[in-house]
């Protein structure tokens, strides 16, 4: 078996190396030798943004007894969120950025600050002035987010810590929006304290009429970390039923920095299991 990994970042410094591994199973086969020579495959350039998606597109739970999908087919909660490159002015003096600015990132066109109090402790303690729970359902402007030639204001975010407040057991539904903003990206977005599942995905505009008409909710890939592909888009859902305060965040970790980030409060449920 043998793999690579995928980046479409034009310009970047990347680890063009493919990784090999043995794969044995447990049955009556022939044993192959102590050290095996084993011609290595033809794999796709690392940039291959093609190869990459006819890959990932394969990718689909096994939908049995042992091990069941459990999709939310019921959506009471819409979320549309934009992730974008950004750049922001420079304080003293000009920086060495394009058009002598610095960089920064956003979702929904806010770059996150980290707090000095971590916002569990603040949250549990009741703890003001940490966090503000208004971040928006949506873009707070809508624009061609995958279009050519952006206005320039769209390049300067605004910032903040504001999270999104989701009520325990809610089922939600995620439309994560590539951008153009600067540049388009493959953004690997990551969600700690959840497992969801990846129920569409596609290139351009996210169509909100016509593309849940194409989602997989049968059998589509439970996972942690997905990609949002380039100048494109994906949907996942999941049920918030694990209550505390949960980071999404771009896991390129510079994007990270730079303020890709967003925030779950998930309330408490009912019973005592299900509070913090």
């Known amino acids: 078996m043998a793999a690579r990994a995928y980046s479409s970042a034009i310009g970047a410094g990347f680890d063009k190396?493919?990784?090999?591994?043995?794969l044995k199973y447990q049955a009556s086969y022939h044993e192959p030798p102590k050290f095996p020579h084993y011609k290595f495959p033809h794999l796709p350039p690392y940039d291959r943004?093609?190869?990459?998606?006819?890959?990932?597109?394969?990718?689909?739970s096994l939908t049995t007894?042992?091990?069941?999908?459990?999709?939310?087919?019921?959506?009471n909660t819409h979320l549309f969120f934009t992730i974008?490159?950004?750049?922001?002015?420079?304080?003293?003096?000009?920086c060495t950025g394009p058009f002598r600015k610095r960089f920064a990132a956003s979702v929904n066109n806010i770059s996150f600050v980290t707090p000095s109090i971590d916002i569990l402790r603040a949250h549990y303690y009741k703890i003001p002035g940490v966090f503000e729970n208004d971040f928006p359902k949506k873009p707070p402007k809508e624009f061609n987010y995958t279009g050519?030639?952006?206005?320039?204001?769209?390049?300067?975010?605004?910032?903040?810590?504001k999270v999104v407040v989701l009520e325990y057991n809610a089922s939600v539904e995620l439309v994560l929006q590539g951008t153009n903003v600067l540049a388009s990206d493959n953004h690997p977005v990551h969600l700690h304290g959840y497992s969801f599942y990846v129920v569409g995905w596609g290139f351009g505009n996210f169509n909100p009429k016509k593309d849940p008409l194409?989602?997989?909710?049968?059998?589509?890939?439970?996972e942690t970390t997905v990609g949002v592909p380039k100048n494109g888009w994906v949907a996942i859902r999941f049920r918030a039923d694990?209550?505390?305060?949960?980071?999404?965040?771009?896991?390129?970790?510079?994007?990270?920095?730079?303020?890709?980030?967003?925030?779950?409060l998930v309330k408490n449920g009912i019973s005592p299991q299900n509070k913090i």
């Not at 030639?149 to 975010?157: A, K, M, S, V, Y």
């Open 214 to 222: 194409s989602y997989n909710l049968v059998d589509p890939p439970e």
């Open 65 to 75: 007894k042992d091990h069941p999908t459990n999709v939310p087919l019921h959506v």
């Open 49 to 60: 943004t093609q190869a990459s998606t006819d890959f990932t597109k394969r990718i689909r």
């Open 148 to 161: 050519e030639d952006l206005p320039e204001n769209l390049l300067t975010p605004s910032y903040g810590t």
């Open 84 to 94: 974008s490159v950004n750049l922001l002015n420079c304080s003293n003096k000009p």
């Open 242 to 264: 694990n209550p505390g305060v949960w980071l999404m965040h771009c896991h390129i970790e510079r994007h990270q920095t730079w303020g890709m980030t967003v925030v779950f």
């Open 17 to 22: 190396t493919m990784t090999t591994a043995i």
